[in-house]
C-alpha cells in the first residue's frame, strides 16, 4: 500500500483522491498514519468546537486524534466522520427502525431500570446484545448484567431472589443437550420460585462470537478450532490477527462487534432467544 498521498498538507486540505467518508463507531479499529498509533474507537466527544476520537490501544492506553483525514481502517485510508445522526421515527414518516429492527420511539427518554435483569455469560454477550437491541431496552428499563462464567448461576439466582415483578432472563452459550450448561440450568429451573419467574435460553455456539453470521465477516464460515486450543485465541490466529494477550482478544472482539450493524447480522438462533427474553421480562 502507498502512503505517497498523505502528508502534513493533507490533514487540512486533501488531494484529489476522494476518499471514503466513514462516520466513526465505537469498537471501530483504526490506526493514525502520523503517529502509527492504532487502537479501537472508545468514545467521540467536542473538544474546542471539533470532533475528537479516542483511541485505546492493546495495551489499555488511550490517546485521542482530531476527526478527518489521516486514518487507516482495515488499512485503507479513510476521511473519518462524526457519528451518523439518528433521524426520529417522525422525520421518516414513522418508519425509522431500532438496531433490532423495532419501530423507534421518537422522543422518548430511557426509563428508570426496572427489578427484572438479563444475565449474560460474559462481557461480549453484554456488548452484543447493547449493539443491537439497546435502544429497545433503554425505552423498557431492562438492564443487561453480565455473569462472568455460570458455574455458579444457582447461587446467584438464590441470592437476586426473583419473583412476580423481579424475573430474570439468562442467556447461555453451547446450551444444547447433555451438555455442563443444559445440567446447571435444569437445576437452576428446579429450584423453588424459579417456575414462571426466570427463564433460561441459549444458542448452540462455542462463544457468542459465532452468533455473528459468517457473510457480515467476508468469510463462508467460522473456521473449526481443534479441542485443547483456546478457541478465542483460535479464531484470532485462523484470521491472522494479533492474539497473544487479553488485550489481543479485546481488540480482535471489537473488530468483530464493528461489523455488526443490526438485527440481519446475526444468526436466527440468537435472535429468537434474546426476543424471547425481553418478551418474558416485559410482557405481564
Excluded: C
Aim: no cysteine; net charge neutral; aromatic share 6%.
Amino acid at each position: 500500500m502507498s502512503y505517497q498521498n498523505w502528508g502534513p498538507q493533507e490533514l487540512s486540505a486533501p488531494g484529489r483522491a476522494q476518499l471514503p467518508e466513514i462516520p466513526v463507531e465505537r469498537g471501530m479499529v483504526l490506526e493514525d498514519v502520523q503517529s502509527g498509533w492504532v487502537g479501537a474507537v472508545t468514545r467521540v466527544e467536542k473538544s474546542g468546537g471539533m470532533h475528537v476520537v479516542a483511541l485505546e490501544d492493546r495495551r489499555g492506553k488511550s490517546r485521542s486524534f482530531r476527526l478527518g483525514f489521516g486514518f487507516l481502517l482495515d488499512g485503507q485510508p479513510v476521511r473519518l466522520m462524526p457519528p451518523a445522526p439518528r433521524l426520529p421515527a417522525a422525520a421518516t414518516g414513522g418508519g425509522a427502525r431500532t438496531a433490532s429492527g423495532s419501530v423507534r420511539v421518537a422522543g422518548q427518554r430511557a426509563q428508570v431500570a426496572k427489578a427484572s435483569r438479563i444475565w449474560v455469560e460474559g462481557k461480549h454477550d453484554a456488548e452484543l446484545v447493547e449493539r443491537v437491541w439497546g435502544d429497545d431496552l433503554r425505552v423498557e428499563g431492562i438492564v443487561v448484567e453480565p455473569l462472568h462464567g455460570i458455574d455458579d448461576l444457582a447461587a446467584a439466582v438464590k441470592e437476586f431472589g426473583p419473583g412476580p415483578g423481579r424475573r430474570l432472563g439468562v442467556l447461555v452459550d453451547h446450551l444444547v443437550p447433555d451438555s455442563k450448561e443444559s445440567r446447571i440450568a435444569d437445576a437452576v429451573m428446579a429450584a423453588p420460585g424459579a417456575a414462571g419467574n426466570v427463564l433460561i435460553v441459549g444458542h448452540p455456539y462455542v462463544d457468542v462470537w459465532q452468533a455473528i453470521r459468517p457473510a457480515v465477516l467476508g468469510i463462508e464460515r467460522w473456521p473449526v478450532i481443534p479441542r485443547g486450543i483456546d478457541w478465542k485465541t483460535g479464531i484470532l490466529t485462523a484470521f491472522g490477527w494479533p492474539h497473544s494477550t487479553k488485550e489481543d482478544i479485546g481488540l480482535g472482539w471489537q473488530k468483530l462487534l464493528g461489523a455488526v450493524r443490526s438485527y440481519a447480522d446475526l444468526e436466527p438462533s440468537l435472535l429468537g432467544r434474546v426476543e424471547e427474553v425481553i418478551d418474558f421480562l416485559t410482557v405481564p
